[in-house]
């Protein structure tokens, strides 16, 4: 399928519109349009591979950057992109950067301290999996910091992110949205499956009760962090493979817009053979 009218589809099922308030129960968790699980699976091993040429072209031009920043509530599904979009891509032209808890260090400096230094250089894809939203999601929910604190993140956000995209650096924000019934299921799988349990944690519970609290503060970090230059899609995520078709499509259509080119070679090459 033409990668733009495959485009078209996605972006209707989960782009946001900057400036307006998002509601997270204009989506259900469970979409797919009208796509089935039987064409998503060609169509997403199309774009991983289209994947493969468009981050090599990427390196070799090596003047622009992309980030990718994924969020979500536990087990929506943030590892499973990365392992299904990561396949197909050279891993010198990509690097996926984990943020857990700061560490001591970083809490002694502003929260934007630890994530400037691992955004994508030029020429590199760099994936987040979570990021700095979680100074306004976990943070705020658990009152980490006082209110004014974390209200002023936002704003700072938005400056940064801007910062970054005048800099040449394409930013892609992914709220990957799962329904409570499919996180209690996935959450179960984990302790039932011994080669799962390691991911599971008991404070995964207290986020659990807490769904209508994360939920308000996921409705407003996507309301007020989105921006034309840094865009979020809701991505709806109970269904894996309607998950992985949409954000390799976007990731796709956003690198096939780049359009990277090979930097020209030295003038006189073409005709020279080596004996
Ligand atoms: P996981 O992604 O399952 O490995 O868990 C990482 C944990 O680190 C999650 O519980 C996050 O909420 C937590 N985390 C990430 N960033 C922050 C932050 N800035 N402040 C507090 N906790 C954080
Ligand atoms: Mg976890």
């Known amino acids: 399928m033409n990668i733009n009218n495959l485009h078209k589809r996605i972006e209707k099922l989960t782009a946001t519109e900057p400036g307006q308030p998002v509601r997270l129960d204009r ?9 089935t699980k039987q064409d998503a699976a060609p169509l997403s091993a199309e774009n991983v591979q ?5 981050a090599y072209r990427l390196y070799a031009e090596n003047t622009r950057s992309l980030l990718i920043v994924l969020q979500g509530m536990d087990t929506a599904g943030k590892d499973g992109v990365i392992r299904h979009v990561m396949a197909g891509i050279n891993p010198q032209c990509a690097a996926v950067v984990p943020f857990k808890r700061p560490s001591d260090e970083e ?4 929260f934007l301290w630890r994530i400037h230094q691992k ?6 894809i760099g994936i987040f999996n979570r990021s700095h939203y979680e100074d306004v999601l976990v943070v705020r929910v658990n009152n980490l910091v006082p209110q004014p604190v974390w209200e002023a993140r936002y704003d700072a956000i938005n400056h940064f ?3 970054l995209t005048d800099g040449k650096m394409k930013v892609l924000k992914f709220y990957l949205h799962i329904s409570q019934k499919e996180q209690l299921e996935r959450l179960q799988a984990r302790l039932d499956d011994p080669t799962k349990r390691w991911k599971f944690c008991k404070s995964d519970l207290d986020s659990r009760k807490q769904w209508d609290d994360y939920r ?6 996507l309301t007020r962090c989105n921006t034309k230059h840094a865009p979020w899609h809701v991505i709806p995520a109970d269904r ?4 992985n078709l949409a954000i390799s499509t976007i990731i796709r259509h956003t690198l096939e817009e780049m359009d990277p080119q090979f930097p020209p070679a030295e003038p006189g090459l073409e005709n020279l053979k080596l004996i």
């Open 107 to 110: 809490l002694d400096h502003d």
């Open 27 to 35: 989506w259900d968790p469970a979409e797919a349009g009208d796509f």
């Open 216 to 221: 308000r503060a996921y409705e407003d970090a």
């Open 119 to 124: 955004v994508p250089p030029r020429g590199n």
């Open 240 to 243: 894996k493979w309607f998950r």
């Open 161 to 163: 992110e801007k910062l």
């Open 50 to 54: 289209a994947l493969d040429e468009l």
